[in-house]
């Protein structure tokens, strides 16, 4: 497994299937912000340094969290646009 430097209180857990960590997208946020970066700051960050890197077929799953209200809000939104 993989594991990504300095966010382990954004791990929610792991996919025993392929064995890669599975980490929380808005508590990695929140880490970077508690060192001072501002929130658009700290997305860019992690979209350009972390979320878009491949490290092989043991690469961690970044997971958006939603419930099951914001799915259907955004499953209605994109039928709006088909």
Do not use: C
Not at 6 to 18: F, K, N, P, R, V
């Amino acid at each position: 497994m993989i594991f990504v430097d300095g966010y382990d209180s954004a791990i929610l857990g792991m996919d025993t299937e392929y064995q890669r960590v599975i980490y929380s997208k808005s508590k990695m946020i929140d880490i970077l912000m508690e060192g001072g970066l501002d929130d658009v700051s700290a997305v860019e960050w992690l979209e350009y340094n972390v979320w878009s890197t491949y490290v092989g077929e043991h690469t961690p799953i970044f997971l958006h969290e939603l419930t099951k209200e914001d799915i259907q809000e955004w499953v209605d939104r994109s039928v709006n646009f088909i």
